[in-house]
């Protein structure tokens, strides 16, 4: 998975895909934090990986730290917690609470996905507070 993930991530990055979204991206009326954030968010809500998801969502919001947009270290932090959102189907942590705690699919849902989808919010929420206090 983290090989996988690594390669998608270079060939975005070595085909100037990743300058062209980070383009788009800086142009967003949204802080870089919560940019990386959701794009985090929504890879991960599409292919499921937290690893993917981060690893994937490096490559593609570094315009913004490059351009001096975000602290790295916070862009870091804001990538970690948008990878844990949406925890689905496709994301072995998610049937590892199902199976280990013998619930339904539609309780893991309820339970895990909804579980995971706070941490992530909250720890955004960490991220933009620390931001108050570190300048990029």
Known sequence: ???GSGA????????GVNGQIGSLLQGLPLDP????WLVTAVIRACVGSATVAGLTAAGLVEPLIADGGAEPNLMVLAIGA????????NDAGFWLFKEYFNVSLAD???????METIVAVVGLAGVLVLSLFVSA
């Open 1 to 3: 998975m983290i090989g």
């Open 8 to 15: 998608f991530k270079e060939v975005l990055v070595k085909s």
């Open 33 to 36: 934090l919560v940019t990386a």
């Open 82 to 89: 948008g990878s844990l959102a949406f925890s689905h189907v």
């Open 108 to 114: 893991t849902a309820k339970s895990w996905t909804v």
